[in-house]
């Protein structure tokens, strides 16, 4: 079993920089695919990117491509995710989850409780 912590949330302006920690505790954290994800209000919760165990597979969603930069030690047991250029539209909930093996999916194992991210001027 993993639990996920999510940290380095706040409100910052149009065209800032913000870097997301996912912190995770349990067994064999190094074998779990982490994926972050978004809930803006009213809106569904989409996929924003997700890191293999391995750092080997790498993915991200179209519209925070160039942004956006997910990277993991697993010698701390933390994903991050670093956020630059940001924009209003990427004001969100971000949680961080994992699943074990190599890919995330949308129904993930473990979820952690999510950091507010606010973006405005």
């Known amino acids: 079993q993993l639990q996920l912590v999510e940290s380095g949330g706040g409100l910052v302006q149009p065209g800032g920089s913000l870097r997301l920690s996912c912190a995770a505790s349990?067994?064999?954290?190094?074998?779990?695919?982490i994926g972050w994800f978004r809930q803006a209000p009213g809106k569904e919760r989409e996929g924003v990117s997700c890191?293999?165990?391995?750092?080997?597979?790498?993915n991200y969603t179209d519209s925070v491509k160039g942004r956006f930069t997910v990277s993991r030690d697993n010698a701390k047991n933390t994903v991050y995710l670093q956020m630059n250029g940001l924009e209003p539209e990427d004001t969100a909930v971000y949680y961080c989850?994992?699943?074990?093996?190599?890919?995330?999916?949308?129904?993930?194992?473990?979820w952690g409780q999510g950091t507010l991210v606010t973006i405005s001027s």
């Open positions: 989850a994992a699943r074990f093996g190599a890919y995330c999916r949308a129904e993930m194992t473990y």
């Open positions: 349990g067994n064999n954290a190094d074998y779990y695919a």
């Open positions: 890191i293999s165990p391995g750092s080997t597979r790498i």
